[in-house]
């Protein structure tokens, strides 16, 4: 089987990315990093730092290809845009031990395989197929190429929840959080995003509100850290609607349903290092300014077990920035809400390329700054150095959320103030931890 050279391109593409940064943004200085440094016992002097710092973004920002491929496993187990065939359960079913696909998988791999090289107007395939073909793969080799990430890919899931398993069997909670909390570290930086996170965020804004930690009509600037695009993802993501980012709108909606802003004067940027997203994100905000709305797809599957809050949530999503809209047709027992989100505030939302481990932002401060499925790709000394990243780019009493529990060698300029447990499943067997931070 054909051996794809993967990293290549990505190397090239970060190369050109990071000469091409924006004013405002710029790699993280020695003095600036010298308090996380320290904290970690790392010796590096200022040309050392320098050289280190530029070296990690690339290496970072090549880890984008992998992700993308994860992204077209996750569409070849659950999408169903391009077959009948029953969803795969999960990843970890996927493949045996050996690697070797099961049936159900391998099925699913031969259809995909026969509707990428003529994928008419779905998106998904598209990507997919200009993807690989990019890197040289013919409509021939599609098949083979799919298999082999789907395995490498189901092997990697099965070692995920295995080093997590064994975690919690460890009766220690602490290295049990550390480990879950780092889990993807090497893991490619997926674009999958989903709605449910935005739940959690909203409700813990409003417990913060009630005991006084944020104040009313004290947010007009918002930081969203990696966005994500709905691609495909394995608990409640689907492809039978186009790509969409849910979380910029979600914020913005929620600072102004708890009275931490006003609709129209809240100005959310995205901070993401995919190509992908940004030029999304990009392509919307020049609609909205056209007049054009972007509707937003929002399902639900009757048998997620969700709880009669993360429901009512769902049921009420984009009432304030938006109107109803026609629903994608969906797959049975799915339910499906459609928001037609007014041009007015899609076109508040600005994309900037950044790396939050490897780079900071002097374009502007912030009064809220959200961060999750995302840290987690990182281990303990990245996340340190993105909580720096993140301290500076906060206005004094801003405050930061995220759903990864993150390093006690936190920044001193940030303020621990605690940790909320939301629960989406009435059985609370999945849910987030939201860790909250506030700028001294």
């Known amino acids: 089987m054909r051996k794809i050279n993967w990293s290549v391109a990505a190397v090239g593409l970060a190369c050109a990315i990071a000469g091409a940064m924006l004013p405002e943004v710029h790699f993280m200085t020695f003095a600036a990093a010298q308090e996380v440094l320290t904290a970690f016992g790392r010796t590096e002097d200022a040309p050392a730092w320098d050289a280190w710092v530029r070296t990690e973004d690339r290496e970072v920002r090549a880890r984008i290809e992998r992700g993308v491929e994860d992204s077209i496993s996750n569409l070849v187990l659950y999408g169903t845009s391009f077959t009948a065939l029953p969803r795969v359960a999960s990843a970890e079913v996927a493949a045996d031990s050996s690697g070797e696909l099961v049936a159900s998988a391998r099925a699913r791999v031969r259809a995909a395989a026969a509707a990428l090289p003529i994928p008419g107007s779905n998106e998904r395939l598209q990507f997919a197929r200009d993807f690989l073909l990019r890197r040289g793969v013919q409509p021939k080799e599609m098949d083979a190429v799919l298999a082999a990430n789907l395995s490498r890919f189901s092997l990697e899931q099965r070692g995920y929840q295995e080093k997590l398993k064994s975690a919690h069997q460890s009766g220690d909670p602490a290295a049990a959080r550390l480990v879950g909390a780092t889990l993807f570290d090497r893991r490619g930086l997926s674009v999958d995003t989903s709605l449910l996170p935005n739940f959690a ?152 390329d950044l790396n939050v481990v490897a780079q900071v932002f002097d374009g502007g401060k912030f009064d809220l700054v959200i961060a999750t499925n995302i840290l987690v790709y990182y281990d303990r000394f990245q996340q340190a150095l993105a909580m720096e990243s993140i301290a500076r780019m906060l206005n004094h009493g801003g405050v930061f959320l995220s759903n990864t529990v993150l390093p006690a060698q936190k920044p001193e300029a940030l303020e621990y103030l605690g940790r909320r447990s939301v629960s989406y499943s009435a059985l609370g067997a999945y849910g987030d931890d939201i860790v909250v931070y506030r700028r001294r």
């Not at 009757?302 to 769902?314: I, V």
């Open 201 to 352: 965020l909203e409700d813990s804004l409003q417990a913060m509100l009630r005991k006084g930690a944020i104040a009313r009509d004290s947010v007009r600037t918002i930081a969203v850290i990696g966005p994500g695009l709905d691609f495909t993802d394995k608990r409640d993501g689907y492809d039978f609607y186009p790509l969409q980012t849910i979380q910029p709108f979600a914020v913005m909606e929620a600072a102004a349903r708890l009275g931490l802003g006003k609709l129209g004067d809240i100005r959310v940027v995205t901070f993401d290092l995919n190509p992908a997203v940004n030029a999304h994100l990009r392509s919307m905000a020049k609609r909205a300014q056209a007049g054009t709305p972007y509707v937003l797809q929002l399902p639900l599957d009757d048998a997620g077990d969700w709880t009669p809050q993360a429901t009512a949530y769902w049921e009420h999503f984009g009432e304030l920035i938006g109107k109803p809209a026609p629903p994608a047709a969906a797959p049975k027992g799915l339910r499906v809400r459609a928001v037609a989100v007014n041009p007015k505030f899609a076109s508040l939302i600005e994309p900037v």
